[in-house]
Every structure is written in C-alpha cells, then in structure tokens.
C-alpha cells in the first residue's frame, strides 16, 4: 500500500478530547476517514457498525481500559485480524509487553508526531493489503 490513506476508515479512542481531535485532524489530512471514540465502551458499540481497519486505543481510560478493549477487540472473530495501536503517554517496556500479550500489534508513545501515526498505519496495513 502506497502513501495512499484514502478509504482507509480509521477509528481512535482516547478519553482526552484533545488526542482525539490531534489524530483526527492528522488523518484526515493523509485522506482517512476518523471514527473517533471517548471510551472502550464507546468504541466497542461503534466497531461493529463502522469497521474500521486499523484502531488506536489509549491505554490509561476510565470503565474499560485499552488492555480490556483491545483484548476485547481481538477476542472478536471478526476483528481479531485487525491492527490495534496502543496510545500511552508512558514508554515503558512493562506496558509494551503487556499491551502484546492483550494481542496489540503497535505501541505509540504520546505525544505522537504525524509522521509516526502514518508509518505505524502504512506498516499495518502493507501486511492487510
């Protein structure tokens, strides 16, 4: 897949409006279409109907954290193939690790700069295509 973003439905689910508005922005411009969500639970109920192929997830939320919503996410036969990118303002090896064995194929550090929300979707998505 080249630099080519567009139809590429892209959902991000952060509790913070400004993440959530940051990564909107940033996506749109490389020509995806957002489906943004406040919580695991949000995020859960609008999976299913949007379908997005690539999903970044905030670790530290209330209700549903982002280990529960992508174990959650990849325990759905449905999705299970789908890339989940871990959001986490700590770069910790401990939450890395754990964010794999929950089954995410990413981990990004926030703050993220455009460049590494588009390389992480272009690695993921090269493999889909």
Do not use: W
Not at 6 to 30: F, H, P
């Amino acid at each position: 897949m080249s630099d080519n973003f567009a139809n590429l439905r892209v959902m991000v689910i952060d509790d913070s409006k400004t993440i959530r508005r940051t990564a909107e922005t940033l996506l749109k411009k490389a020509g995806c279409e957002v489906i943004t969500a406040v919580d695991g639970f949000d995020a859960l109920a609008k999976i299913a109907d949007t379908e997005p192929h690539v999903i970044f997830v905030d670790i530290m939320m209330p209700r549903l954290d982002g280990y529960q919503t992508c174990a959650l996410i990849k325990n759905n036969s449905r999705f299970k193939t789908t890339p989940v990118i871990m959001l986490s303002s700590k770069d910790g090896l401990f939450d890395k690790a754990k964010g794999r064995i929950v089954g995410s194929d990413q981990y990004l550090t926030k703050p993220f700069s455009k460049d590494e929300l588009l390389d992480a979707i272009k690695e993921l998505t090269a493999e889909v295509a």
